[in-house]
Each structure stands twice: as C-alpha cells, then as structure tokens.
C-alpha cells in the first residue's frame, strides 16, 4: 500500500540517520577527550576504578616527594658522620704519634683541639630543614624520626601509610643538655695494657659545656702525660671511631633503602598511570577508523532519505 500519510521508507531512513549522528557524536568525543571512558556515564565500572587509582596516584607522588626530603635528611647525616670519622681518625693517629718518646706534647694538643673544633663544627652544620641528626641542644632526647615511606590499599579498600624509621640516639655526636647522650662527649670505659697488669679508665673526647657533664678525663695531651694514660686514650678513641663507623653504616643503610624505595615508588605509579590509561584512554587508531566508517554511513542515510522522500513524489504522476 502506498500512503501520502505514512512514509514507511522516509522513517526507517531517518532513524537509522539518527544511530548514525548519535555513534558519531560520542567518537568525536572521545577523540576530543583522549578518554573512551570519560564520566561514569560512558562506564560506571571502570571510571570508579580509574578515579580511585588515580587519587592513589596523587598520594605516591606526594610520598616521592616525602621520600625525597627523607633522603636529603639522611644524606646531610651520612655526610656528617662521614667526615666525623675521618677526623676522629686523624684525632687517633695524632695520638699515636704522641707516643714516640721525645714527640712534643703540647704541639701535638693544640692539633688535637683544632681537629676537636672541626667535630664541633660538622657537627652543628649537619642540618636539614631543621632537623640535625648529630648535634642535641634541647633538654628532649635524641629520638626516632620517621619518614613516609609507601601508601598502601589493602584488598578490602582500606589504606595505611608505612614508614621509615631511623633512631637518631645512636647517630649524636654532641649533646649539649646530657653529655651521656653524645657519642662524642659521652664517657668511655676501656680497658689497656699498662705494663704487665691491665688497667680500665674513662675517656671522652669533646667538652660541650653540657648541663650534665661526662665524669671521666678528657683526651687531651699533657707533658706530664704518661705512655700508659695516653694508651688508654687511644683506646678510647678507637672505639669511638667504631661506633663512628657502626652508625654511618646504619645511616647508610638507611640511605639505600630510601633510594630502591624511592625507585620503586616512582615504578608502581608508572604502572598505576599504564593500567588506568589501558581501562579509559581511547584507541585513537580505532577511533579514526570508526569516524571514517560513520561519515560514510551517513552520506548514505542521507542518500537513502532523499530517495524515500522522492518516492512519494511519484504519486502525484497518478493524478495528472
């Protein structure tokens, strides 16, 4: 039946006109966009996922940054400490050198005090944003001082911080409230040869005029000194500079396990940033191809409504 009314052809043509529009519509957005998935609308499972991982992204890039103040504060320590054992080396080689019968004392003591001010002043330099891991002038003890090391989801979706911990009592060398807390200006007990009986003494190194002061003798050179005091001297520096050594390893440590974190946490957000990008980027290769395909599926819709709507036309012939 043919009707001047209802143009079968003319609806069919202009509805699948219309698919057309509509396909092309949202390849162009996602071609203007970048994103296949862009709002919850386009896919509400995978845009929930995107936008949680990509707020945990935020947060390991905050933790960079973190992990990278952790490390300049460990870094300025090691440095500190670093130089510390170099001068309490030559603190103990000039002692040494002291024991030559015939050495002068005193000349040797006023190197010893000049080298005891370099430790001072590494000491105090040693400072990072505040914080200076070797040198204590509050009445607080030296504590552990904890860096943002990861952020963490665990599978039921709730997250935790973890942290670096690094006890900075085993790396002061100086302590101006209790010299006991102090590497440096705490009291040693050794024990050394004297002759052929063995003989224990106490020794610290620098005097900073702390509130409560170390009991036992300063290493410090005399003419009167004896061989067998100035060996327990040597002694003392000697474990000093082991403990020098202990701590600088343990920063060290410390150090490296910043960095391979660090490394880690830049790796996982890479990873994070991929994995998202593959649930809601668009496939521009794919999308090219669809818009190419679509612009001719619509000239031809065009087209195919054009001859519908002629068709009628045609009726008009009946009644001439």
Do not use: H
């Given at each position: 039946?043919?009707?001047?009314?209802?143009?079968?052809?003319?609806?069919?043509?202009?509805?699948?006109?219309?698919?057309?529009?509509?396909?092309?519509?949202?390849?162009?957005?996602?071609?203007?966009?970048?994103?296949?998935?862009?709002?919850?609308?386009?896919?509400?499972?995978?845009?929930?996922?995107?936008?949680?991982?990509?707020?945990?992204?935020?947060?390991?890039?905050?933790?960079?940054?973190?992990?990278?103040?952790?490390?300049?504060?460990?870094?300025?320590?090691?440095?500190?400490?670093?130089?510390?054992?170099?001068?309490?080396?030559?603190?103990?080689?000039?002692?040494?050198?002291?024991?030559?019968?015939?050495?002068?004392?005193?000349?040797?003591?006023?190197?010893?005090?000049?080298?005891?001010?370099?430790?001072?002043?590494?000491?105090?330099?040693?400072?990072?944003?505040?914080?200076?891991?070797?040198?204590?002038?509050?009445?607080?003890?030296?504590?552990?001082?904890?860096?943002?090391?990861?952020?963490?989801?665990?599978?039921?979706?709730?997250?935790?911080?973890?942290?670096?911990?690094?006890?900075?009592?085993?790396?002061?060398?100086?302590?101006?409230d209790d010299a006991n807390r102090g590497i440096l200006t705490r009291d040693t007990a050794v024990t050394y040869a004297?002759?052929?009986?063995?003989?224990?003494?106490?020794?610290?190194?620098?005097?900073?005029?702390?509130?409560?002061?170390?009991?036992?003798?300063?290493?410090?050179?005399?003419?009167?000194?004896?061989?067998?005091?100035?060996?327990?001297?040597?002694?003392?520096?000697?474990?000093m500079l082991q403990t020098l050594t202990d701590s600088a390893s343990t920063l060290g440590a410390i150090s490296s396990?910043?960095?391979?974190?660090?490394?880690?946490?830049?790796?996982?957000?890479?990873?994070?940033?991929?994995?998202?990008?593959?649930?809601?980027?668009?496939?521009?290769?794919?999308?090219?191809?669809?818009?190419?395909?679509?612009?001719?599926?619509?000239?031809?819709?065009?087209?195919?409504?054009?001859?519908?709507?002629?068709?009628?036309?045609?009726?008009?012939?009946?009644?001439?």
């Amino acid at each position: 039946m043919t009707s001047i009314m209802t143009n079968t052809a003319a609806m069919a043509a202009l509805q699948t006109l219309r698919s057309i529009d509509q396909n092309m519509q949202t390849t162009q957005a996602r071609i203007s966009s970048g994103y296949k998935v862009e709002t919850a609308a386009d896919n509400a499972a995978y845009w929930s996922i995107a936008t949680t991982m990509r707020s945990d992204n935020k947060a390991l890039q905050t933790v960079q940054d973190a992990l990278g103040l952790g490390a300049s504060k460990a870094d300025t320590a090691y440095t500190g400490l670093e130089s510390a054992v170099d001068v309490v080396s030559d603190i103990k080689s000039k002692l040494v050198a002291a024991r030559e019968p015939g050495v002068d004392k005193e000349k040797i003591n006023q190197e010893l005090s000049e080298l005891k001010n370099q430790l001072k002043s590494i000491s105090e330099s040693a400072s990072f944003s505040g914080e200076n891991w070797l040198y204590n002038a509050s009445t607080t003890a030296p504590g552990v001082k904890e860096m943002v090391g990861s952020f963490n989801r665990a599978s039921d979706g709730s997250v935790s911080v973890t942290t670096l911990k690094f006890d900075t009592s085993e790396s002061v060398l100086i302590d101006t409230d209790d010299a006991n807390r102090g590497i440096l200006t705490r009291d040693t007990a050794v024990t050394y040869a004297s002759g052929t009986t063995t003989t224990t003494g106490t020794y610290y190194l620098l005097n900073a005029d702390s509130t409560t002061t170390a009991s036992g003798t300063e290493i410090a050179l005399t003419t009167s000194m004896s061989d067998s005091e100035l060996d327990g001297m040597i002694s003392a520096v000697d474990t000093m500079l082991q403990t020098l050594t202990d701590s600088a390893s343990t920063l060290g440590a410390i150090s490296s396990r910043i960095e391979m974190q660090n490394n880690f946490v830049a790796d996982l957000s890479d990873t994070i940033e991929k994995g998202v990008g593959r649930l809601v980027d668009a496939d521009m290769n794919e999308e090219s191809t669809k818009i190419k395909a679509l612009q001719t599926q619509q000239q031809l819709g065009i087209q195919s409504l054009s001859i519908a709507n002629t068709n009628a036309e045609s009726i008009l012939k009946l009644f001439q």
